[in-house]
């Protein structure tokens, strides 16, 4: 008589998140004239939630409006609920029309905005211009 035993199948856990207790964080928002992507992080840099204007469901011009961005923001606040964020240093980056607007959802929001930082990258001067036509 034999014995065949089914193989045990293996289910990996998941890894949890630590619910860790974040009060200030840092919050980057990259607005571009296509998209506006945000990214919540804590004071060391670890990605606590990010969502950009296209994950959130909006499509082509629509994706660079400042509803879109409202929206947005209220997206990644809703993922930092577990992390209870009350503050934010907020950074920005490029010059689409929703860096006003995440910011302003952000105090609406009910987060303490600390302060506002301008990353945008500014050319010193330029390249080098090209060289003049002999005729």
Not at 5 to 25: C, F, G, H, Y
Not at 56 to 69: D, E, I, V
Not at 105 to 117: D, P, T
Request: charged share 20%.
């Amino acid at each position: 008589m034999e014995t065949t035993s089914a193989p045990k199948v293996v289910v990996a856990k998941k890894k949890k998140k630590a619910n860790q207790n974040v009060p200030v964080m840092k919050m980057y928002v990259q607005a571009s004239f296509n998209n506006t992507i945000m990214t919540a992080t804590d004071l060391q840099g670890n990605t606590l939630a990010w969502s950009s204007a296209g994950s959130c469901g909006f499509k082509g011009p629509k994706k660079s409006t400042p509803y879109a961005a409202t929206t947005l923001t209220k997206t990644v606040l809703d993922n930092l609920k577990a992390f209870g964020v009350k503050d934010a240093h907020v950074f920005l980056k490029g010059i689409g029309s929703g860096r006003e607007a995440a910011v302003r959802a952000l105090h609406s929001n009910g987060i303490n905005v600390i302060s506002i930082k301008d990353l945008t990258p500014i050319p010193h001067n330029g390249c080098r211009r090209r060289k003049e036509r002999r005729v």
